[in-house]
């Protein structure tokens, strides 16, 4: 199904202002963003136009009640053509939204409006996706209610947009995690499955603790027990032994990373065992030595390593830049297939 989308182009562009070399994260945006509008029952109005700032009344449902979901996902330069550019499994991140919509009372958006808007936005901002290496244009779906009423109840309207920055690297050093015992992540029967805007609000005070003590991140654990390893504040857990690759069992409070599976399928093919189940910080405790490395996966981050782990006064470090040869060698294989340097065995790469 085709969709009628209005465009109204920039004036003139911002462009000049982006230096590819001096990229940083998410403080430069590009010139364009979508627009649609839920109203009646119907996705309506739908629109690209000049990024720029919302009107909302003091009442936006979504401020007072927390209904906003988002997604984040990356657009590539291809190697080898200077007009295209490539997008990752978006397919996956229209999944991944409507299945927070459903779990937040919000409307889905039809997955082909998604991935036409998607393409349209992309193909109108294309000169801004970097074509340096590491760099790439960082896109933000999301969705929030906006019913000017303050009345606890579901939404009846709701906004969905998207818009994009180029960027570089978001960590550029292998990080530090402390295992958090005392705050929770998320809860059985909660919204941990999803990515609503309130996960990652309630992160940011024992993040911040942590970060005080020297610690990058935190490593959450379980809600019941705080025994067994889930994921970071961003990103899913993986950790190398000698004879297996590890990564926590999926819950309803763990977030399914569409990195974390292309990781997982990517290991495998390149003759790697992963096994998914659950893991325990005593596990990791006991079988220190045994411990290649520790990486963790996320869009913004891709994969970066992990320095090693605090948990009870005691550092753990794992970390051997000549041990990594499991994490790099996924990485690398994802990466240049994200810019077709090497052939696509998955069709996971879209090609505008």
Not at 2 to 18: C, D, L, N, P, T
Not at 313 to 322: K, L
Request: proline share 5%.
């Amino acid at each position: 199904m085709k969709f009628e989308i209005k465009v109204e182009k920039v004036k003139e562009s911002r462009i000049s202002q982006f230096d590819p070399k001096n990229i940083g994260f998410g403080k430069l945006f590009t010139d364009h963003m979508f627009v649609a509008d839920y109203k009646n029952g119907e996705w309506t109005d739908l629109r690209i136009v000049p990024y720029g700032p919302f009107d909302l009344s003091p009442a936006t449902s979504a401020i007072h009640y927390g209904q906003s979901i988002f997604e984040g996902m990356k657009a590539f330069a291809n190697v080898n053509n200077d007009h295209e550019i490539t997008l990752f499994r978006p397919e996956e991140n229209a999944k991944r939204l409507n299945r927070s919509a459903v779990r937040m009372a919000m409307p889905e958006i039809p997955e082909a409006l998604f991935l036409q808007a998607l393409n349209e936005l992309l193909q109108l901002d294309r000169a801004w996706v970097p074509r340096t290496e590491g760099g790439a244009l960082y896109v933000r779906p999301y969705m929030f209610a906006t019913d000017d009423f303050i009345g606890v109840k579901p939404s009846d309207n709701y906004r969905f947009a998207i818009f994009c920055c180029p960027v570089g690297p978001y960590y550029n050093k292998a990080l530090r995690v402390k295992v958090e015992e005392d705050f929770s992540r998320a809860a059985p029967g909660g919204v941990g499955f999803t990515k609503c805007a309130g996960n990652y609000g309630a992160a940011l005070y024992p993040t911040a603790l942590a970060q005080k003590e020297g610690y990058d991140q935190i490593l959450w654990t379980d809600p019941i027990e705080h025994k067994f390893v889930e994921e970071t504040g961003t990103t899913n857990f993986f950790a190398v032994f000698e004879n297996e690759i590890v990564t926590p069992s999926l819950t309803h409070t763990l977030l399914a990373g569409i990195t974390r599976e292309s990781v997982i399928i990517g290991l495998k093919h390149l003759g790697y065992t992963v096994t998914e189940r659950p893991l325990s910080v005593q596990e990791l405790i006991d079988r220190n030595t045994e411990i290649k490395e520790l990486f963790i996966t996320g869009t913004a981050a891709t994969l970066i390593n992990l320095d090693g782990f605090g948990f009870r006064g005691t550092y753990y470090n794992v970390y051997d830049e000549s041990r990594n040869q499991a994490s790099q060698s996924v990485k690398k294989f994802l990466d240049d297939l994200k810019v077709c340097r090497v052939s696509d065995p998955f069709n996971w790469v879209e090609i505008l």
